[in-house]
């Protein structure tokens, strides 16, 4: 089975600072994800990749980029970290059939 | 907009009853649906999947019901277990396999004894 692997499970970050979110794979799929939940929100899109250097904005990337300069990872980064970024965030990898694999997810809170 | 909608935030089932989770689409698009499981701190894991071209599917406790005509589809497990708790998500997209996933807002089941 494939494995999505977030580099850190629990994050506190202060207002301003540039914040790193490391995603890897343990295999070759092409397709990942950063989506962030929210109570009541549900999970929402920030941005994809399908490939290599490529990126594609999702629903809310307002605040957020993202880098893929290798396959197997894929690192969102908040530019400059603010109260409402808040929340957990979740990479995915598209694996076909059965949707994506998920990691376990960053807990990122911004003091 | 919000283009998947769980209406119902929480349900809560005694064990061994049904569970019967809702999901509303507004996209005619939508193709594939599926359902997600999440525990707290956790990644949300697949559970069952649909394609528009069937109405039911069906994996062990869990049931999957689409209505294309009323853009509804549900979820049933039977029975239900203490196991089961959990945020469920529906989900749903234009592709299978490549395209972006749209997801609902959750439901929080809880399975009491």
């Known amino acids: 089975d494939v494995k999505v692997t977030q580099s850190s499970r629990y994050l506190v970050k202060r207002t301003g600072e540039k914040v790193f979110l490391e995603c890897v794979q343990d295999?070759?799929?092409?397709?990942m994800f950063w989506y962030r939940q929210d109570p009541g929100l549900g999970l929402r899109l920030i941005y994809f990749?399908?490939?290599?250097?490529?990126?594609e904005k999702g629903d809310i990337p307002e605040g957020y980029s993202v880098s893929r300069e290798k396959k197997e990872r894929f690192s969102l980064i908040l530019e400059s970290a603010s109260t409402n970024q808040t929340s957990m965030y979740l990479c995915?990898?598209?694996?076909?059939?059965?949707?994506?694999?998920f990691g376990s997810g960053t807990r990122l809170t911004v003091v | 907009d919000q283009q998947v909608k769980q209406n119902s935030p929480s349900l809560s089932v005694q064990e061994g009853r049904i569970s019967i989770l809702n999901c509303d689409y507004t996209?005619?698009?939508?193709?594939?649906f599926l359902w997600y499981k999440k525990y707290p701190a956790e990644g949300p894991t697949f559970l069952i999947s649909?394609?528009?071209?069937?109405d039911k599917n069906e994996d062990g406790r869990f049931t999957v019901f689409l209505n294309k005509s009323a853009k509804h589809l549900s979820l049933h497990i039977v029975p239900s277990q203490p196991g089961d708790s959990a945020v469920y998500f529906c989900?749903?997209?234009?592709?299978?396999?490549?395209?972006?996933?749209?997801f609902g807002t959750g439901t929080r089941l809880q399975v009491f004894p």
């Open positions: 995915a990898i598209a694996v076909g059939g059965d949707g994506y694999t």
């Open positions: 989900a749903a997209s234009e592709r299978r396999n490549t395209d972006k996933l749209i």
């Open positions: 996209n005619s698009m939508f193709d594939y």
């Open positions: 990749s399908y490939d290599v250097k490529m990126k």
């Open positions: 649909i394609s528009s071209i069937k």
């Open positions: 295999m070759d799929h092409e397709n």
